[in-house]
T-cell receptor
Framework: DSGVTQTPKHLITATGQRVTLRCSPRSGDLSVYWYQQSLDQGLQFLIQYYNGEERAKGNILERFSAQQFPDLHSELNLSSLELGDSALYFC??????????????FGSGTQLSVL | GNSVTQMEGPVTLSEEAFLTINCTYTATGYPSLFWYVQYPGEGLQLLLKATKADDKGSNKGFEATYRKETTSFHLEKGSVQVSDSAVYFCALRANTGNQFYFGTGTSLTVIP
């Protein structure tokens, strides 16, 4: 158990809908990362927050947004969903934002299926 | 820019065979290098890491050496087991900025 909790584990929805994925980082970790894993694109970095502020942005679509709350949990909002958004979404956490050798702790992911 | 390229899978080996999964990287500065493993139905977990040139990371019989001259971090194991069946990801973290860059993953299946 990595200590990172993601909910829900599975989500099935229809095109055009909006969903929210939730992540609770490990106790004491201030940084949260979101990744999208699909069969054809591998693991794609979406966005990172550190202590409530956006720290780095990757290949995140404008239809997607995220935030990190004062209690350090994070939510990833996906709107106007398309079939191609079906993927496994991972959250990861770390203590600090910038230590080179620091590792990430991953949650078990949310499997999103857009029908 | 920063990127990681790893050999495509899937890789299928017999138990006790020797494993090599190639990984090369492109980075500005001096990155830290990682191998993560993803077992079926689970999230990624750190397998090993190396933070500077010539460092060797090792764990559970797996090892990888940070080779700056060839910009490589190949994963090796002398004798694989069925329980090693998983997807392996090579990753780097640049020493500037906060992003981890992952390879596309290599699926390994070990058959008895």
């Amino acid at each position: 158990d990595s200590g990172v909790t993601q909910t829900p584990k599975h989500l099935i929805t229809a095109t055009g809908q909006r969903v929210t994925l939730r992540c609770s980082p490990r106790s004491g970790d201030l940084s949260v990362y979101w990744y999208q894993q699909s069969l054809d694109q591998g693991l794609q970095f979406l966005i990172q927050y550190y202590n409530g502020e956006e720290r780095a942005k990757g290949n995140i679509l404008e239809r997607f947004s995220a935030q990190q709350f004062p209690d350090l949990h994070s939510e990833l909002n996906l709107s106007s969903l398309e079939l191609g958004d079906s993927a496994l979404y991972f959250c990861a956490s770390s203590k600090t934002p910038g230590t080179g050798g620091e590792k990430l702790f991953f949650g078990s992911g949310t499997q999103l299926s857009v029908l | 820019g920063n990127s990681v390229t790893q050999m495509e899978g899937p890789v299928t080996l017999s138990e006790e065979a020797f494993l090599t999964i190639n990984c090369t990287y492109t980075a500005t500065g001096y990155p830290s290098l990682f191998w993560y493993v993803q077992y079926p139905g689970e999230g990624l977990q750190l397998l090993l890491k190396a933070t500077k040139a010539d460092d060797k990371g090792s764990n559970k019989g797996f090892e990888a050496t940070y080779r700056k001259e060839t910009t490589s971090f190949h994963l090796e194991k002398g004798s694989v087991q069925v329980s090693d069946s998983a997807v392996y990801f090579c990753a780097l973290r640049a020493n500037t900025g906060n992003q981890f860059y992952f390879g596309t993953g290599t699926s390994l299946t070990v058959i008895p």
